[in-house]
């Protein structure tokens, strides 16, 4: 991760020769982080789990752990970052020397290889549906249909030929650097995917029966939610803001020391709501009024988008440039994520960064095919705690490893750093401002408090 940020800062200051002093604004760091933030996890993955886990009730509990627990670990995340001024496994021992705390880092290492599996195969499907609306196969389909095809598709051997190309398209990337290009790149796309996302939205809420997914998606039934779904919630609050595992923490050691961390906390956090809630209008109204099972699971943004770009002008072209622009949304989230493990080999274990983009992809390029083939027969009945290695993947990351690591990271802040250094962070323009002490509170008791209750009641240990 902090290579790329060297050179990143290294072009931005060729004649100051200072190789850390940041992003040239603040909305540059909200660009970066909002770019690893938004993602599969708000068009895919809350759909999915969203339909899941009942709707509305559910959605209420993630925006409450996004307030309560994801800005609260962000903003530690970056107090962390922009104090030590070092990545993941730096901070925790500049800060503390000599502790256990930096093994931290190396549980996001473990969580970036097990996301990347999962994640390059679901990218890889977008590729293999921005073909498909290409070559209008979805035309005149029905709805059984098209749920039909997604089926076949990810249950057949096709969809590890996509992931693959996936991993050598971010490999290359990654190897030769040129993330920054991309990056620019994706500071003109993602807001396009914004505005599809708007269109689909509209053409989906406009469909007879739509108002059903609405409901769904707005009028809470509690009798949906129980100690299981408010633990998934908590998880995908962590997975859609890249938490817990040192990300947001690196991109803190960027961000310039008179840039107020809290009001770009809540941006960041209200641009990533916004693009699922978006997701999840474009969705649900679709999934009543074509009479498809808001249950369906990782399949459900595939199965039920097709037939809303069936009911537009022009639909297959308006899909393909819906699909091309995930894929790219994706693509600079797998970047980071090999970036992430890419650096961390560069830097601790002194490989060369040739040799750390082969190994990792290479390792990555193996587990995710096994992550793919796990929806095949062929390993379909192989099981990890009772899930198929895809969903394995993607509920230890999520639900476990994440939420620990930021559980981690609210106990350092809240206990460890010292309180003038944190609140020092804080400062605008010389002056405390007035969330310092709520923050205080928030990370030292309210935070740790939630997770830590959340998951003993999930380890069956209290509840
Ligand atoms: N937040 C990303 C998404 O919603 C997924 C993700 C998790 C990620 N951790 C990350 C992306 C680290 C980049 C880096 O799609």
Same mark, same amino acid.
């Given at each position: 991760?902090?290579?790329?940020?060297?050179?990143?800062?290294?072009?931005?200051?060729?004649?100051?020769?200072? =190789?850390?002093?940041?992003?040239?604004?603040?909305?540059?760091?909200?660009?970066?982080?909002?770019?690893?933030?938004?993602?599969?996890?708000? =068009? *895919?993955?809350?759909?999915?789990?969203?339909?899941?886990?009942?709707?509305?009730?559910?959605?209420?509990?993630?925006?409450?752990?996004? =307030?309560?627990?994801?800005?609260?670990?962000?903003?530690?995340?970056?107090?962390?970052?922009?104090?030590?001024?070092?990545?993941?496994?730096?901070?925790?021992?500049?800060?503390?020397?000599?502790?256990?705390?930096?093994?931290?880092? *190396?549980?996001?290492?473990?969580?970036?290889?097990?996301?990347?599996?999962?994640?390059?195969?679901?990218?890889?499907?977008?590729?293999?549906?921005?073909?498909?609306?290409?070559? $209008?196969?979805?035309?005149?389909?029905?709805?059984?249909?098209?749920?039909?095809?997604?089926?076949?598709?990810?249950?057949?051997?096709?969809?590890?030929?996509?992931?693959?190309?996936?991993?050598?398209?971010?490999?290359?990337?990654?190897?030769?650097?040129?993330? $920054?290009?991309?990056?620019?790149?994706?500071?003109?796309?993602?807001?396009?995917?914004?505005?599809?996302?708007?269109?689909?939205?509209?053409?989906?809420?406009?469909?007879?029966?739509?108002?059903?997914?609405?409901?769904?998606?707005?009028?809470?039934?509690?009798?949906?939610?129980?100690?299981?779904?408010?633990?998934?919630?908590?998880?995908?609050?962590?997975?859609?803001?890249?938490?817990?595992?040192?990300?947001?923490?690196?991109?803190?050691?960027?961000?310039?020391?008179?840039?107020?961390?809290?009001?770009?906390?809540?941006?960041?956090?209200?641009?990533?709501?916004?693009?699922?809630?978006?997701?999840?209008?474009?969705?649900?109204?679709?999934?009543?009024?074509?009479?498809?099972?808001?249950?369906?699971?990782?399949?459900?943004?595939?199965?039920?988008?097709?037939?809303?770009?069936?009911?537009?002008?022009?639909?297959?072209?308006?899909?393909?440039?819906?699909?091309?622009?995930?894929?790219?949304?994706?693509?600079?989230?797998?970047?980071?994520?090999?970036?992430?493990?890419?650096?961390?080999?560069?830097?601790?274990?002194?490989?060369?960064?040739?040799?750390?983009?082969?190994?990792?992809?290479?390792?990555?390029?193996?587990?995710?095919?096994?992550?793919?083939?796990? $929806?095949?027969?062929?390993?379909?009945?192989?099981?990890?705690?009772? *899930?198929?290695?895809?969903?394995?993947?993607?509920?230890?990351?999520?639900?476990?490893?994440?939420?620990?690591?930021?559980?981690?990271?609210?106990?350092?802040?809240? *206990?460890?750093?010292?309180?003038?250094?944190?609140?020092?962070?804080?400062?605008?323009?010389?002056?405390?401002?007035?969330?310092?002490?709520?923050?205080?509170?928030?990370?030292?008791?309210?935070?740790? =408090?939630?997770?830590?209750?959340?998951?003993?009641?999930?380890?069956?240990?209290?509840?």
């Amino acid at each position: 991760m902090s290579v790329s940020h060297k050179k990143i800062v290294a072009t931005k200051n060729e004649n100051s020769g200072i =190789v850390r002093d940041g992003f040239g604004s603040k909305l540059g760091v909200i660009a970066a982080a909002s770019g690893s933030a938004i993602g599969l996890g708000n =068009v *895919w993955r809350f759909p999915y789990i969203t339909g899941e886990n009942g709707g509305a009730a559910f959605l209420i509990i993630y925006l409450a752990c996004i =307030v309560l627990v994801g800005l609260v670990v962000m903003l530690a995340e970056f107090v962390i970052g922009r104090h030590s001024q070092s990545n993941a496994i730096g901070s925790f021992k500049k800060i503390a020397p000599k502790t256990p705390w930096f093994l931290t880092g *190396w549980m996001g290492l473990i969580s970036a290889v097990l996301i990347l599996s999962f994640y390059s195969c679901v990218a890889g499907w977008c590729l293999h549906y921005l073909i498909l609306m290409i070559s $209008n196969t979805f035309a005149g389909a029905s709805p059984d249909a098209i749920g039909g095809m997604f089926g076949e598709f990810i249950s057949g051997y096709s969809p590890i030929f996509y992931q693959v190309i996936i991993l050598i398209i971010t490999a290359s990337i990654v190897y030769l650097g040129v993330k $920054n290009g991309i990056e620019k790149m994706s500071k003109i796309l993602m807001p396009l995917l914004l505005v599809i996302l708007v269109v689909l939205a509209g053409r989906s809420l406009t469909l007879p029966g739509a108002m059903e997914g609405v409901s769904f998606l707005f009028k809470p039934d509690w009798s949906a939610i129980n100690a299981q779904s408010i633990f998934i919630a908590l998880g995908h609050s962590f997975f859609t803001l890249s938490l817990g595992m040192g990300v947001m923490l690196t991109y803190g050691s960027y961000i310039n020391k008179k840039e107020n961390l809290g009001s770009t906390v809540v941006a960041i956090s209200i641009a990533d709501t916004v693009v699922a809630l978006l997701a999840g209008l474009a969705v649900f109204p679709a999934v009543f009024a074509f009479g498809l099972a808001p249950s369906e699971g990782p399949g459900l943004v595939f199965a039920a988008l097709p037939n809303v770009f069936n009911h537009i002008p022009f639909g297959n072209m308006f899909g393909a440039l819906f699909f091309a622009l995930l894929a790219i949304a994706a693509i600079t989230s797998t970047i980071s994520l090999l970036e992430v493990i890419v650096a961390y080999l560069e830097e601790e274990v002194k490989i060369s960064r040739k040799r750390a983009t082969i190994l990792s992809t290479g390792v990555i390029a193996i587990t995710g095919a096994l992550c793919s083939l796990s $929806n095949t027969p062929l390993l379909s009945d192989v099981k990890i705690f009772g *899930w198929t290695m895809f969903d394995f993947a993607d509920k230890i990351t999520a639900n476990y490893l994440m939420p620990i690591g930021g559980l981690i990271i609210v106990i350092f802040v809240g *206990w460890c750093m010292k309180k003038s250094d944190i609140e020092n962070e804080l400062l605008l323009d010389g002056k405390k401002p007035w969330y310092s002490d709520v923050f205080m509170v928030l990370v030292k008791f309210v935070t740790p =408090v939630l997770i830590a209750v959340v998951f003993l009641n999930q380890l069956g240990i209290i509840g």
